[in-house]
């Protein structure tokens, strides 16, 4: 059984925090930002050999393929196959590479190409909440705080000057929206610092490709096939420690909007089901097909804190865009 999103709202604590997923950007962008569509999008070619694995696995995600192709080379690597070890793992790294260039092929060029109405809409949904956690790479959500104002909804990146067209992190700043796997806008520094990318000219989309040249380094992702190793990734990189700590740290109400709770992501919920929230809200979509594979991923952990009430929400009574 599931409850209208208003009805959720209004049964809640007031101290609400939202975490989103793809569904999120799907909703906006009609599917453009589906796996299926950012396959099409991507630079693998059909009848390629990665694009025949995403074929034999029979899945459009890329985090599947790449989790794939890394316990291929582990495997290949223990029977003495080196060379077709190093084959796999470069092929792992051609995925990662093939989804960020199908993000931007898809992604809106500027804030302005999506229409003001749906940025009010978004803006009006997002103020339900006092914490936004998100582990999409887009640039939506940006764009939609940027818009609702940045007294609201702030990123811990306004301390500091901007220096070459970059602010960096800091953990003293005010911050309530957290990048959980990275985003478009986000690159690692030298010192493992995270640097986020302003516009000084023209669109953003355009600003980031040039990055992307001219430091020969692609946006800081984690899109690393299992949970296991999004995990180290994460260790890795100081802002996303702290972001995924905070998750860990929460109280009040928690709602998830947009996420499947697929087994790699599965670290996400070990936070979530670590932390002191009283209840989870975690809206489904098309909640008569998918309601009880939801229920069933979610048992395990729910089990080890029985603590934390759980609500479940008709997704499309959400209204975001």
């Given at each position: 059984m599931t409850i209208p999103f208003d009805q959720a709202i209004k049964d809640s604590n007031a101290n609400r925090s939202l975490l989103i997923g793809n569904g999120f950007s799907i909703a906006q962008g009609g599917g453009k930002f589906s796996y299926g569509n950012l396959l099409d999008q991507s630079n693998l070619s059909a009848g390629g050999s990665i694009r025949n694995v995403f074929n034999t696995l029979n899945t459009v995600d890329f985090e599947l393929v790449m989790e794939a192709l890394e316990s291929a080379a582990k495997i290949?690597?223990?029977?003495?196959?080196?060379?077709?070890?190093?084959?796999?793992?470069?092929?792992?790294?051609?995925?990662?590479?093939?989804?960020?260039?199908?993000?931007?092929?898809?992604?809106?060029?500027?804030?302005?190409?999506?229409?003001?109405?749906?940025?009010?809409?978004?803006?009006?949904?997002?103020?339900?909440?006092?914490?936004v956690f998100t582990i999409n790479y887009d640039l939506l959500l940006y764009w939609v705080i940027l818009s609702v104002g940045g007294k609201i909804f702030t990123d811990g990146f306004g301390l500091g000057d901007e220096v070459d067209g970059f602010r960096t992190f800091s953990e003293d700043g005010i911050c309530n929206t957290y990048y959980l796997h990275g985003a478009l806008h986000l690159f690692l520094g030298e010192e493992r610092d995270t640097l986020k990318r302003v516009v000084t000219r023209g669109a953003i989309i355009d600003e980031i490709a040039a990055t992307i040249r001219r430091r020969n380094q692609l946006p800081l992702f984690v899109s690393e096939g299992s949970s296991t190793q999004k995990m180290a990734r994460i260790?890795?990189?100081?802002?996303?420690?702290?972001?995924?700590?905070?998750?860990?740290?929460?109280?009040?109400?928690?709602?998830?909007?947009?996420?499947s709770i697929a087994e790699n992501d599965y670290h996400l919920y070990d936070a979530v089901f670590r932390s002191s929230i009283d209840e989870l809200y975690i809206c489904v979509y098309k909640p008569d097909e998918n309601l009880q594979a939801v229920k069933e991923r979610i048992a395990p952990f729910s089990t080890r804190n029985g603590d934390i009430e759980i609500t479940y929400v008709d997704a499309s009574t959400a209204q975001i865009w």
């Amino acid at each position: 059984m599931t409850i209208p999103f208003d009805q959720a709202i209004k049964d809640s604590n007031a101290n609400r925090s939202l975490l989103i997923g793809n569904g999120f950007s799907i909703a906006q962008g009609g599917g453009k930002f589906s796996y299926g569509n950012l396959l099409d999008q991507s630079n693998l070619s059909a009848g390629g050999s990665i694009r025949n694995v995403f074929n034999t696995l029979n899945t459009v995600d890329f985090e599947l393929v790449m989790e794939a192709l890394e316990s291929a080379a582990k495997i290949e690597e223990a029977y003495g196959a080196n060379d077709r070890a190093a084959t796999f793992t470069t092929d792992a790294v051609s995925v990662r590479e093939a989804l960020i260039h199908a993000v931007r092929e898809v992604h809106p060029a500027i804030s302005l190409d999506i229409p003001q109405e749906q940025r009010d809409r978004c803006g009006q949904f997002l103020r339900k909440f006092g914490n936004v956690f998100t582990i999409n790479y887009d640039l939506l959500l940006y764009w939609v705080i940027l818009s609702v104002g940045g007294k609201i909804f702030t990123d811990g990146f306004g301390l500091g000057d901007e220096v070459d067209g970059f602010r960096t992190f800091s953990e003293d700043g005010i911050c309530n929206t957290y990048y959980l796997h990275g985003a478009l806008h986000l690159f690692l520094g030298e010192e493992r610092d995270t640097l986020k990318r302003v516009v000084t000219r023209g669109a953003i989309i355009d600003e980031i490709a040039a990055t992307i040249r001219r430091r020969n380094q692609l946006p800081l992702f984690v899109s690393e096939g299992s949970s296991t190793q999004k995990m180290a990734r994460i260790n890795s990189v100081p802002y996303l420690r702290y972001c995924y700590d905070k998750l860990s740290e929460l109280t009040g109400d928690l709602f998830i909007y947009g996420h499947s709770i697929a087994e790699n992501d599965y670290h996400l919920y070990d936070a979530v089901f670590r932390s002191s929230i009283d209840e989870l809200y975690i809206c489904v979509y098309k909640p008569d097909e998918n309601l009880q594979a939801v229920k069933e991923r979610i048992a395990p952990f729910s089990t080890r804190n029985g603590d934390i009430e759980i609500t479940y929400v008709d997704a499309s009574t959400a209204q975001i865009w």
